[in-house]
Protein backbone atom coordinates (compact mmCIF):
# COMPACT_ATOMS: atom_id res chain seq x y z
CA UNK A 1 0.00 0.00 0.00
CA UNK A 2 1.00 3.73 -0.63
CA UNK A 3 1.83 5.99 2.15
CA UNK A 4 1.84 8.96 0.12
CA UNK A 5 -1.08 10.88 1.20
CA UNK A 6 -0.87 12.80 -2.56
CA UNK A 7 -1.72 9.33 -3.78
CA UNK A 8 -5.84 9.28 -4.19
CA UNK A 9 -7.74 6.70 -5.88
CA UNK A 10 -9.66 8.91 -8.08
CA UNK A 11 -9.14 6.89 -11.39
CA UNK A 12 -12.83 6.04 -11.91
CA UNK A 13 -13.51 9.24 -13.81
CA UNK A 14 -15.24 12.37 -12.37
CA UNK A 15 -16.23 12.88 -8.46
CA UNK A 16 -19.86 11.37 -7.37
CA UNK A 17 -21.91 9.88 -4.84
CA UNK A 18 -20.24 6.40 -6.49
CA UNK A 19 -16.74 6.82 -6.66
CA UNK A 20 -15.05 6.64 -3.28
CA UNK A 21 -11.70 8.66 -2.68
CA UNK A 22 -9.52 6.86 -0.91
CA UNK A 23 -5.84 6.63 0.89
CA UNK A 24 -3.85 3.59 2.88
CA UNK A 25 -1.48 3.35 5.05
CA UNK A 26 0.48 0.29 5.55
CA UNK A 27 1.74 -0.39 9.48
CA UNK A 28 4.29 -2.35 10.59
CA UNK A 29 5.61 -2.10 14.44
CA UNK A 30 7.57 1.02 14.18
CA UNK A 31 5.59 3.36 16.58
CA UNK A 32 6.68 6.10 14.20
CA UNK A 33 4.03 4.94 12.11
CA UNK A 34 1.34 6.89 14.31
CA UNK A 35 2.60 10.11 12.96
CA UNK A 36 2.54 9.31 9.60
CA UNK A 37 -0.61 7.93 9.83
CA UNK A 38 -2.22 11.30 11.30
CA UNK A 39 -0.08 12.85 8.17
CA UNK A 40 -2.16 10.66 5.79
CA UNK A 41 -5.82 11.56 7.62
CA UNK A 42 -4.81 15.77 7.35
CA UNK A 43 -3.12 15.56 4.00
CA UNK A 44 -5.97 13.06 2.54
CA UNK A 45 -9.02 15.52 4.06
CA UNK A 46 -7.18 18.93 2.76
CA UNK A 47 -7.41 17.12 -1.08
CA UNK A 48 -10.62 16.16 -0.78
CA UNK A 49 -11.63 19.67 0.30
CA UNK A 50 -9.24 21.45 -1.80
CA UNK A 51 -9.33 19.15 -4.99
CA UNK A 52 -12.78 17.79 -5.27
CA UNK A 53 -14.59 20.65 -3.23
CA UNK A 54 -16.42 18.87 -0.62
CA UNK A 55 -16.27 20.74 2.49
CA UNK A 56 -14.92 19.58 5.15
CA UNK A 57 -14.91 21.43 8.45
CA UNK A 58 -11.85 22.60 10.69
CA UNK A 59 -12.96 20.35 13.89
CA UNK A 60 -13.73 17.11 11.54
CA UNK A 61 -9.83 17.11 10.88
CA UNK A 62 -8.71 17.52 14.19
CA UNK A 63 -11.31 14.93 15.32
CA UNK A 64 -10.22 12.28 12.02
CA UNK A 65 -6.52 12.52 13.35
CA UNK A 66 -7.55 12.16 17.36
CA UNK A 67 -9.37 8.49 16.04
CA UNK A 68 -6.84 7.63 13.13
CA UNK A 69 -4.43 7.74 16.29
CA UNK A 70 -6.20 5.65 18.68
CA UNK A 71 -6.91 2.95 16.48
CA UNK A 72 -3.62 3.02 15.07
CA UNK A 73 -2.11 3.27 18.57
CA UNK A 74 -4.35 0.39 19.91
CA UNK A 75 -3.08 -1.71 17.02
CA UNK A 76 0.56 -1.40 17.47
CA UNK A 77 0.29 -2.24 21.34
CA UNK A 78 -2.08 -5.29 21.02
CA UNK A 79 -2.06 -7.16 17.64
CA UNK A 80 1.13 -9.07 16.94
CA UNK A 81 1.53 -8.37 13.44
CA UNK A 82 1.13 -6.18 9.98
CA UNK A 83 -1.91 -3.52 10.22
CA UNK A 84 -3.46 -1.37 7.28
CA UNK A 85 -5.08 2.22 7.90
CA UNK A 86 -7.70 2.73 5.18
CA UNK A 87 -9.52 6.36 4.58
CA UNK A 88 -12.50 6.50 2.22
CA UNK A 89 -14.95 9.32 1.25
CA UNK A 90 -17.39 8.44 0.21
CA UNK A 91 -20.46 11.91 -0.31
CA UNK A 92 -20.11 13.97 2.86
CA UNK A 93 -18.92 10.50 5.14
CA UNK A 94 -15.34 9.55 5.52
CA UNK A 95 -14.95 6.04 6.41
CA UNK A 96 -11.65 5.37 8.48
CA UNK A 97 -11.21 1.40 8.93
CA UNK A 98 -8.40 0.20 10.99
CA UNK A 99 -7.51 -3.62 10.27
CA UNK A 100 -4.93 -5.71 12.33
CA UNK A 101 -4.39 -9.09 13.11
CA UNK A 102 -5.45 -9.65 16.26
CA UNK A 103 -8.86 -11.52 16.08
CA UNK A 104 -9.68 -9.94 19.87
CA UNK A 105 -12.61 -7.44 19.67
CA UNK A 106 -11.62 -4.34 22.02
CA UNK A 107 -14.77 -3.28 24.37
CA UNK A 108 -15.00 -0.10 25.53
CA UNK A 109 -14.58 -0.44 29.49
CA UNK A 110 -16.83 1.67 31.99
CA UNK A 111 -16.34 5.40 32.61
CA UNK A 112 -13.73 5.79 35.09
CA UNK A 113 -12.60 9.25 35.50
CA UNK A 114 -10.20 8.05 37.60
CA UNK A 115 -8.54 5.30 35.35
CA UNK A 116 -5.04 5.81 33.52
CA UNK A 117 -5.13 5.02 29.44
CA UNK A 118 -6.93 2.44 27.70
CA UNK A 119 -9.88 5.14 26.86
CA UNK A 120 -9.24 5.10 23.18
CA UNK A 121 -12.09 3.33 22.17
CA UNK A 122 -14.61 5.21 24.36
CA UNK A 123 -12.72 8.46 22.24
CA UNK A 124 -13.59 7.14 19.14
CA UNK A 125 -17.23 6.08 20.03
CA UNK A 126 -17.79 9.55 21.15
CA UNK A 127 -16.55 11.14 18.34
CA UNK A 128 -17.52 8.82 15.16
CA UNK A 129 -20.76 8.95 13.83
CA UNK A 130 -20.80 5.16 13.94
CA UNK A 131 -18.36 2.89 15.13
CA UNK A 132 -18.56 -1.11 14.24
CA UNK A 133 -15.98 -3.84 14.66
CA UNK A 134 -16.00 -7.19 13.03
CA UNK A 135 -13.79 -10.42 12.96
CA UNK A 136 -11.79 -10.66 9.91
CA UNK A 137 -10.02 -14.38 9.03
CA UNK A 138 -6.95 -12.96 9.75
CA UNK A 139 -7.99 -10.62 12.76
CA UNK A 140 -10.54 -7.36 13.08
CA UNK A 141 -11.56 -4.51 11.66
CA UNK A 142 -12.77 -2.04 13.34
CA UNK A 143 -14.95 1.48 11.16
CA UNK A 144 -15.81 4.31 12.20
CA UNK A 145 -17.87 6.98 10.15
CA UNK A 146 -17.83 10.63 10.45
CA UNK A 147 -19.22 13.17 8.49
CA UNK A 148 -17.01 15.72 7.51
CA UNK A 149 -19.68 19.24 7.19
CA UNK A 150 -20.56 18.80 10.77
CA UNK A 151 -18.12 18.00 14.01
CA UNK A 152 -19.51 17.79 17.81
CA UNK A 153 -16.62 19.80 20.02
CA UNK A 154 -14.58 17.67 21.50
Do not use: C
Amino acid sequence: MDESPSEVNDDRGSFGADLPLEASLALDGDGSRIAHARHLAASFLAKVRDHYGIPVATATVEIVQLIVSELVTNARKYAPGPALLHLRVTGTVLRVELWDSNPVTPTAKAPNPERIGQHGLEIVAALARTLTVEKTPVGKRITADITLTTAAAP
